[in-house]
């Protein structure tokens, strides 16, 4: 069988599926991306890559990116027709809509099985208001998003099968489109993600004899994983626990209007830069290992799909502190395999964050139910097998549909 994959950054939420898929004898998958993580290789799997898109310089937000989101659909149309050139033509295509990158790939490979990975459909409820704090935004403020959706609904409207990760993003999407999506988590490999005592040391950063450490990793400085709340929490925290440090995983580029300026952030709170520590974003053992070395670990999100560090972090046995918001909610229960905070209240996180370094010794069961948690309900070994289920059973019945059509 031949599957293709569509995404703008190899492997995104599909690594674990293509790998499992890939080592199926038989099978032959391509993964086209633009982006690809260099620290990762999947065994039987081909991974493309398209050449970059010049960024668009207009002015309105809106139609920055509907033509950014062509250019993409574009890009990628023309790496698929090469493909199909080659002699490729996919049994099945599983595609991530939202960049543009499966924009027209139900007409190049009209034959093929199209799937699609709904990770998000932009509303006007609780997360587009969440930074005015439900104070309305004018109408034009919407534009954006509403181009964002249209991509989503190119591929929604024809696919054969949709898949999303969890409930909350599922509520996201309009009845007459929810009612088919599927929830299937992607899985954590909670083999690899796994708790065992280490103290953190890598190259240019030896906390090997820090004795409480705060944790706190993402893929950049984003607002919408409330990177802004937990760096103002620092001071209050750091005067609370003297012997306290703080490591930052995350890449501190400035690369969109979705990070935050850090010298603005420094400027703005002063913090003693002898016991914050940023390593920027790297590979996965270096980042398995602040999870490992961890006192307390911060997860923070906006109402948005939740990432896999919250999943990776709880597989890990982290103490968590996390945002009380409703996606967080559908995973951590306070109290019991974790703790939430208000978003918005950063004294209230320095002191929840104090008081378990505190108590962290007697923090056992609550990281053992964190883990617990994962290995019940996310677990990779259960997530892939029904994914997988659930992707080639709907494959076979559309297959026998049109053969009997």
């Known amino acids: 069988m031949r599957i293709l994959f569509l995404h703008h950054t190899f492997p995104g939420p599909f690594r674990q599926l293509a790998a499992r898929l890939g080592g199926l004898p038989g099978n032959e998958i391509v993964f086209l991306s633009e982006r690809s993580r260099r620290d990762v290789w999947l065994p039987g799997v081909r991974n493309l890559t398209v050449s970059g898109v010049q960024p668009v310089m207009a002015k309105d937000r809106a139609e920055r990116e509907l033509m950014q989101m062509m250019r993409y659909g574009s890009r990628f149309a023309n790496a698929l027709l090469k493909l199909q050139q080659s002699g490729f033509e996919p049994d099945i295509v599983y595609a991530h809509p939202r960049w543009g990158c499966s924009f027209f790939a139900q007409d190049i490979f009209p034959q093929a099985f199209h799937a699609v990975y709904a990770e998000w459909y932009y509303t006007k409820g609780a997360n587009y208001t969440f930074f005015t704090q439900g104070a309305a935004r004018p109408a034009v403020e919407f534009a954006q998003s509403r181009v964002r959706n249209l991509c989503q ?131 996965y053992e270096d980042y398995r290992l602040l999870l490992r070395a961890s006192t307390v670990h911060v997860y923070f999100t906006a109402p948005f799909a939740l990432s896999a560090g919250l999943f990776e972090s709880m597989s890990c046995g982290c103490l968590l502190v996390s945002s009380d918001t409703e996606p967080v909610r559908e995973v951590v229960r306070h109290g019991e395999n974790g703790f939430l905070c208000d978003f918005w209240d950063h004294d209230m996180l320095a002191d929840m964050t104090a008081e378990l370094l505190a108590r962290s010794d007697a923090m056992g069961p609550v990281r053992a139910a964190a883990r617990q948690s994962i290995v019940e309900e996310y677990n990779l070994k259960v997530q892939i097998p029904r994914h997988m289920d659930l992707l080639l059973s709907a494959y076979a019945d559309w297959k026998k549909a049109r053969q009997t059509s």
Request: glycine share 6%; hydrophobic share 35%.
């Open 153 to 283: 609904l190119n591929a929604l409207a024809e696919c054969d099968l949709a898949v999303t990760a969890t409930s909350w993003q599922k509520k996201q999407y309009p009845q007459q489109i929810a009612k088919d999506i599927h929830v299937i988590h992607e899985g954590v490999d909670t083999d690899f993600f796994s708790p065992k005592p280490e103290r953190f040391r890598i190259e240019g950063c030896d906390l090997s004899t820090v004795k409480e450490l705060v944790t706190f990793s993402g893929r950049g400085l984003e607002p919408f994983r409330g990177f802004p709340q937990f760096y103002r929490s620092l001071p209050r925290l750091l005067a609370a626990r003297p012997e306290c440090h703080v490591l930052i995983m995350a890449s501190e580029r400035q690369g969109s209007d979705e990070t935050v300026s850090l010298e603005r952030l420094r400027e703005e709170v002063p913090v003693d830069s002898r016991r914050v520590h940023f390593v920027g974003f790297r590979p």
